[in-house]
């Protein structure tokens, strides 16, 4: 292999000579992501306990049934943590934390995001509830809308074609 494979890093560098070389380290790289795959696995079923508890404690229960169930949960994640979290892979775990809790952030923050907005479509639907019956259609009345609130027409059709579909058939 003319001149071999040079990798660099922090001011040292290695070179591989021969094929056989960089055979090893290639078997050396797949080992260790083999091991980083297997820490971040055992961290994720570490974390869906974790999670899972959430849903396993009911605590709008009985006192004793809530206790019962929390004991559970709390064993469950103690035999989960020493079976397979340890120095390797407990920064996997925290990982999976933070991503769960950004990701949690994030719709709690798009949820606020769009009160106003649902607080407009149901205005509207009160709305269509006492005057659908003064237009002839829901193109009129989606824009006797837009007069309305600040809405495009297209969004104040769609919100007067869903409040038909929620009402029987036989109302107008």
Sequence with gaps: MGGGMKFQKDG?????????????FNKLVDLAKSLKDKQHTRAEKVFKIFIDGNEVVDFDD?????SISANLWCNEMDAMINQHLDHRSISDFVGLIVKNHVKALQVSNAYKRHAENRSMKADVFVWLDAN????????????????QQPIAFRTAREWAGEWKKLRSTGTP
């Design 12 to 24: 040292r560098s290695l070179t591989l000579e021969s094929e056989e070389e960089v055979a090893e």
């Design 62 to 66: 009985e006192n004793d049934s809530a």
């Design 132 to 147: 659908m019956v003064k237009f002839r259609s829901m193109d009129s009345a989606a824009e006797a809308i837009t007069k």
